[in-house]
């Protein structure tokens, strides 16, 4: 077997195999997003649910929360907070704005970001867009996320 | 082919059979390790090869199927106790007599037995 | 060293080693934060202390890689580095850069740096692994295309070998595909889905055509196996990574909105990525096993069959253990997956970095192989690094076990934070085998500075 594959049969597996399953990536790519309105929750993708994201973002949510089962395992999933917290921004927002600055002794907390009503409103309204999306087979598998 | 090319050839087969019941083909792999065992002859590297891979198989046997099986009877089906060991244990012991075959394939490639260290002193 | 420019390796390896300690600095006060939740809260966050812990992580492989590259592809390419005062001059400009951005993370809250590096005017901030400054990924852009240059000139102008074309394909991939970086689309799942087009084709897709490259480089030279084999099996190595690898990022794409094919296509292709993995184990043992001699430099032999055997351990088992969809489904984003990046980071990119460092270090420093002494410690600092690192994955799967089946296969599941209670004692355990990893890592930079009895050389 050693005498009859040669290296350049290895090389063209490697050059041929890649160039041909990149392309499908690409042709997959194009059907995914091209199917993604049915699924994505766009048509409430608001301004303010913009600028929620903007708030998520440049305050490094992801570094302890996990958003639809990605980001860091240190917090709860936020994917479905809107669900979880009875389909209440209020609540999501009261959470956020009353956490202590100096935290819970002993205890794992969330910083308090001093973040203004629109601030608040926004990410909350962000939260509310993300469990909108239609994930398959609803994950995650329970309210607790 | 002469006698000890055929003896290359079945220690190298056997070896990847050895590796290929612990992997993609158990039970069917193991029946054929038992069926060339019947062809070779005592003091060869095809029998070395071959008795090696029936005593890992029938060692992993043990170690996986047995103990792992034990494991859910003693801890009981509910508990997540019993998972977190039985998961644990399961993929890292399974992963160990991979690579254990793995190596002996190897070997076998070179028609040399296993002895030898990794890194020569 | 056959070539003077090799020794620009140097620098980048002493700056990698330095961000590698402080990288297990942040994950011990991680760990321990896990079950002390207000150790040095507020000061250092979790999401600070993990920004910092992964950032280091990727500037510091970069480091790695680069330095790999500057000392392999002159001798490949048989001549002098095409630009040495370049490599010179992005050292330290990607040192600078990298350094402001993690005292940035440390010293102003995240917020605030978004502000003052104006991430309005291209937000790019705040994704995973991707919380550079816009600024920051833009000098990324610009140290990576120079030394891309530098190494393609010199490259293109010498001798084309496999190793150093593969090399240079994986250097491109790495520097094209971080472009999706600045892709930010304000659709949630656009975002995600092109993110992965960073994260999974860097680690699963081109950093193992660098990976396998700097592996196949090593074994030749410690092996003096024939160059004609390690080529083959290189290249049938890569062909697998990227084949398996591709269309497998689609097991990232199984609960974030995405079509329900991807469940099918993630799962077949992701349950063939510990093939290429596999096969470098097998490569490894192979050439080691053919040897032609019997290289003084042990304990480079032994970093490069690790990597190759920690490699299939992390990012093959542990990655097969969860690429399924319908185990996935359970798993995804929990302790599960922190396990496997523990081990896969550590397995392929860390160990193949330090191999490469194991290998040129003492050949920069004018010595055919480390003395008998360090050698030994720098053996004893493997096993000690690498034992804690299988342990730590071993305490987090089994923490990741308990949470699933707490949190998500219940009939009754229970709320996250009742079960994170619950895992405490998987993390004290998770975080005594981290402070092991750290002595570990002090034994290693211990090696470097061990005197003791020259090797003796025993020439092929």
Redesign the interface.
């Known amino acids: 077997m050693r005498e009859t ?3 350049g049969m ?2 063209n ?2 050059y041929g ?2 160039i041909f ?2 392309l ?2 690409i042709g ?2 194009v ?3 091209r ?2 309105p049915k ?4 048509q409430n ?1 608001t301004e303010l ?2 600028e929620g ?2 708030v ?9 929360h ?12 936020l994917g479905n907070v809107y669900t979880r917290f009875g389909e209440s921004t209020e609540s999501i927002k009261a959470f956020i704005k009353y956490r202590p ?9 969330m ?3 001093n973040l203004t009503e629109e601030e608040l409103e926004a990410v909350a309204q962000f939260l509310k ?2 469990d909108g ?5 609803d ?7 | 082919m002469n006698t000890n090319e055929l003896q290359l050839k079945r220690a190298a087969s056997s070896s990847l059979l050895s590796l290929l019941n612990l992997t993609f083909l158990p039970v069917l792999a193991f029946i054929s390790l038992l069926f060339i065992y019947t062809k070779t002859e005592s003091n060869t590297i095809d029998r070395y090869y071959v008795v090696l891979g029936i005593k890992t198989n029938l060692l992993a046997a043990v170690a996986l199927l047995l103990m792992t099986g034990l494991m859910i009877l003693l801890g009981g089906f509910d508990s997540p106790w019993t998972w977190v060991f039985v998961i644990s244990y399961f993929v890292f012991v399974h992963a160990m007599f991979i690579l254990f075959a793995s190596w002996a394939m190897v070997r076998s490639w070179t028609g040399k037995k296993l002895k030898r260290q990794f890194l020569s002193k | 060293m056959k070539y003077e420019s090799q020794g620009i390796a140097k620098m980048y390896f002493i700056a990698a080693i330095a961000l590698f300690v402080g990288q297990i600095l942040f994950g011990v006060t991680m760990g321990l ?2 079950v ?3 150790f040095l ?2 000061e250092i ?4 202390a ?2 910092v812990h992964t950032n280091l992580l990727i500037v510091w492989l970069l480091f790695g890689f680069m330095g790999s590259a500057y000392f392999l592809v002159p001798e490949e390419a048989e001549r002098e580095l095409y630009a040495p005062w370049l490599a010179k001059l992005m050292f330290w400009i990607f040192l600078v850069a990298g350094a402001l951005t993690i005292l940035g993370y440390l010293l102003v809250p ?2 605030r740096l ?2 003052l590096t104006m ?2 005017l291209l ?1 790019t ?4 692994f991707l ?1 550079q400054p816009t600024i920051t990924k833009i000098g990324i852009v610009i140290v990576a295309l120079a030394f891309i240059y530098n190494i393609g000139m010199t490259v293109l102008t010498g001798r084309k070998t ?1 190793i150093n074309v593969v090399l240079l394909t994986g250097l491109v991939g790495l520097a094209v595909f971080f472009l999706f970086s600045f892709y ?1 689309p ?8 092109f993110w992965w087009f960073v994260v999974h084709l860097w680690v699963e897709g081109v950093w193992e055509l660098i990976m396998a490259s700097l592996l196949a480089y090593v074994l030749i030279k410690v092996t003096g196996v024939d160059r ?1 084999v390690i ?2 099996w290189l ?2 190595i ?2 697998m990574a ?2 398996s690898g ?2 497998g ?2 097991h ?9 094919y ?2 099918w ?1 993630g799962s077949i292709f992701s349950a063939l990525e510990p093939i290429p993995f596999f096969m470098m184990t097998l490569f490894a043992f192979n050439v080691v096993n053919k040897r032609r001699r019997d290289h003084p430099n042990k304990a480079a032999v032994l970093w490069a069959l690790g990597t190759a055997v920690m490699a299939f351990l992390g990012a093959g088992v542990w990655g097969f253990l969860h690429t399924l969809a319908p185990i996935n ?2 798993t ?4 599960i ?2 396990a496997h990046g523990h081990m896969a980071f550590y397995g392929a990119y860390v160990m193949v970095v330090l191999t490469m460092i194991s290998y040129s270090m003492p050949l920069m420093r004018g010595q055919k192989a480390a003395n008998v002494t360090a050698q030994k410690i720098e053996i004893w600092s493997f096993w000690t690094m690498t034992l804690s690192m299988v342990a730590i994955t071993l305490f987090l799967t089994a923490a990741g076990v308990m949470q699933v089946y707490l ?3 219940s009939a009754d ?5 009742v079960v ?1 209670d619950k895992l405490a004692v998987f993390y004290w355990l998770r975080e005594v085998a981290g402070l092991i990893f750290l002595s570990g890592l002090f034994l290693y930079l211990y090696s470097f500075f061990a005197k003791g009895e020259e090797v003796k050389l025993v020439e092929e």
């Open positions: 594959f040669t290296k290895a090389r597996i490697y195999g890649g399953f990149f499908v990536l997959l790519t059907d995914t997003v199917s993604l699924t994505d929750n766009s993708l649910v913009i994201k903007r998520w973002e440049v305050n490094n949510c992801i570094g302890c996990t958003l639809l089962g990605e980001g860091a395992y240190f917090a709860p999933e600055v100096e935290g819970i002794p002993g205890r794992r907390s910083p308090q970001f867009y993300t999306i239609k994930t398959a087979r994950w995650p598998p329970n309210i607790q996320g | 934060q896990y002390m939740g207000d809260f507020p966050p979790f999401n600070v993990r920004m995240y917020a978004a502000e991430n309005d937000p901030m705040g994704r995973e919380e496999v930010n304000d659709n949630l799942v656009m975002d995600k889905y004609e080529e083959k290249y049938i890569i062909a990227l084949i591709l269309v990022t689609g990232h794409f199984f609960w974030i909105g995405t079509p329900d991807w469940q296509l489904f359970y995804h984003g929990t302790q997956t922190a949190q998500r296969y599941p229970l709320p996250f934070m994170q």
